[in-house]
């Protein structure tokens, strides 16, 4: 049982370039959210999912963008890396949006230069 | 200020000791919290959860909420040193779950 899978693990990006982030979890979860880690910042919440075919915006949107893709799957996308983007992100699943036990990933270390 | 603050510490602790780890929270409107444990380099896994004024014990851990006071808190007793970590603290809002800081624990032997 693989849980929630985030790709990459790591990668190094240069000012402007593009990525997007993949996460997919395989315990039929409705929610889905993705948060990034910065030192002495705790986890902060980039954009949610609380069900398929719905997203919002979280504590730090800017910079980001997301896609639901189904109920398994949901990315995120840098469209134009700044270095103020270098961070480790998680991808995380609930059962429901009003659960709060959420299941993360083993995170992706991401530089931008 | 952010919405969930947790004291960064480092806490220190000796082993068998009472590691009390303390969180505040600003919307008076929030119904559920949860603390979660971080080791290092790993990621988050929820530990506890509260939803009523009081406290709630499991194991050697034991959560208290004050709604009154928006004060939430993690006990643990007779720590040891795998409960070395860092303790987030993170608070339910309208499907966000919002997180504190976090709060480094050492355990020394």
């Known amino acids: 049982n693989a849980g929630v899978t985030q790709t990459p693990k790591f990668q190094v990006l240069k000012t402007g370039q593009s990525m997007t982030l993949q996460c997919a979890q395989d315990?039929?979860?409705?929610?889905m959210y993705w948060y990034r880690q910065d030192p002495g910042m705790g986890l902060r919440l980039i954009y949610y999912?609380?069900?398929?075919?719905?997203?919002d915006k979280g504590e730090v949107p800017n910079g980001y963008n997301v896609s639901r893709l189904n109920k398994r799957e949901f990315s995120l996308r840098l469209e134009s890396a700044a270095p103020s983007q270098t961070s480790v992100y998680f991808c995380?699943?609930?059962?429901?949006?009003?659960?709060?036990?959420?299941?993360f990933g083993e995170g992706s270390r991401l530089t931008v230069l | 200020q952010k919405e969930v603050e947790q004291n960064s510490g480092p806490l220190s602790v000796p082993e068998g000791a009472i590691a009390s780890l303390n969180c505040t929270y600003s919307?008076?409107?929030?119904?559920?919290f949860f603390w979660y444990r971080q080791y290092s380099g790993k990621s988050p896994e929820l530990i506890m959860f509260?939803?009523?004024?009081g406290d709630k014990e499991d194991g050697r851990f034991t959560a208290q909420l004050n709604k009154a006071s928006q004060y939430v808190s993690l006990l643990i007793r007779d720590s040891q040193p795998s409960d070395s970590a860092t303790y987030l603290c993170?608070?339910?809002?309208?499907?966000?779950?919002?997180f504190g800081q976090g709060t480094e624990l050492s355990v020394k032997p």
């Open positions: 919307d008076r409107g929030s119904q559920s």
């Open positions: 509260i939803y009523s004024n």
């Open positions: 995380a699943s609930a059962v429901g949006w009003d659960t709060g036990e959420l299941f």
């Open positions: 315990m039929n979860h409705n929610s």
């Open positions: 993170a608070v339910n809002q309208g499907g966000k779950l919002i």
């Open positions: 999912s609380a069900s398929e075919g719905t997203t």
